[in-house]
């Protein structure tokens, strides 16, 4: 199944408005409204799966732009299960594909919290986030990989973030992920992760033994430096510039979630 969808959030009168919604199925955008929605400067998505996916051969691709000011939260609302398709073999020799492509102005923020991704057994799904940002934009970005179902030999998952601060020069922040020529900026963060290889899981480097993987790209509008620090469980690792990186394993998805929780406070006592 091949979709796309479009997110764009401006800033209109103190608050942070949705002027542009367009998705496709597999992939459902429901923004908060009503009273609880009105209350809140930030705009809130909910991001809702309209039917099974992602499965074999499934390709997504949601783009999102925050202008200047404006504040955006995506959420989802449920775990993504990466399933592997049906017998077809030209469906099974394709991998599933989720690629979110965001601009963030200058003084706007984008929070991105989804639930967790779980990698069944013969899946085999990639991920792609790439986000561009202005000088004072921020950027807080979850991700957490859950290596199959209890007790199940997970398939695979290859999952690449990518975070570029676009160069002062360069005009309007996304102009270099348009391709139009305008200064690329230099890279913040450029990291790709596996899950799914027995010899890999099992390294001390990598998720030794553990069966859930959780990291949190922390960026904020001033440029102030993180020490790199470390915890039960999770480490904190500065990004060059501004912001840092939380890294967290764990036996199950809530113990991640909360080790990440405890690398971002620690980032926060860091900058005060």
């Known amino acids: 199944m091949l979709a796309c969808a479009e997110l764009v959030v401006v800033a209109r009168d103190g608050r942070s408005v949705v002027t542009t919604l367009r998705a496709q199925s597999p992939l459902a955008l429901v923004?908060?409204?009503?009273?609880?929605?009105a209350s809140r400067s930030d705009a809130v998505v909910h991001l809702v799966?309209?039917?099974?996916?992602?499965?074999?051969?499934?390709?997504?691709?949601?783009t999102v732009t925050v202008g200047a000011g404006a504040h955006l939260t995506l959420t989802g609302v449920a775990a993504a299960v990466a399933l592997p398709g049906g017998r077809s073999a030209d469906r099974a020799?394709?991998?599933?594909?989720?690629?979110?492509?965001?601009?963030?102005?200058?003084?706007?923020?984008?929070?991105?919290?989804?639930?967790?991704?779980?990698?069944?057994?013969?899946?085999?799904h990639e991920t792609v986030l790439d986000v561009v940002l202005a000088p004072t934009a921020a950027l807080r970005a979850r991700d957490l990989l859950v290596a199959g179902?209890?007790?199940?030999?997970?398939?695979?998952?290859?999952?690449?973030v990518r975070v570029t601060e676009c160069s002062a020069a360069g005009g309007a922040v996304g102009d270099s992920a348009a391709g139009n020529g305008a200064a690329p900026g230099r890279p913040l963060l450029v990291q790709t992760q596996e899950i799914g290889d027995p010899l890999l899981d099992a390294s001390p480097a990598h998720l030794a033994g553990h069966r859930?993987?959780?990291?949190?790209?922390?960026?904020?509008?001033a440029r102030e430096q993180v020490p790199a620090t470390c915890g039960d469980g999770w480490s904190l690792s500065p990004l060059p510039g501004r912001g840092a990186l939380a890294t967290a394993v764990a036996h199950d998805a809530v113990?991640?979630?909360?080790?990440?929780?405890?690398?971002?406070r620690a980032a926060?006592?860091?900058?005060?």
Request: charged share 20%; with cysteine.
């Open 31 to 37: 923004p908060r409204r009503g009273v609880t929605g």
């Open 49 to 62: 799966g309209s039917a099974s996916t992602p499965l074999a051969g499934d390709d997504v691709t949601l």
């Open 93 to 124: 020799a394709r991998p599933s594909r989720t690629v979110l492509r965001c601009t963030v102005g200058d003084g706007g923020s984008l929070t991105y919290l989804p639930e967790p991704t779980v990698v069944t057994g013969r899946a085999h």
């Open 149 to 160: 179902r209890t007790g199940e030999r997970p398939g695979r998952c290859r999952g690449t």
């Open 212 to 221: 859930v993987l959780g990291t949190e790209v922390l960026v904020g509008p």
């Open 255 to 264: 113990t991640a979630a909360r080790r990440l929780a405890d690398a971002v």
């Open 268 to 272: 926060s006592r860091a900058v005060g």
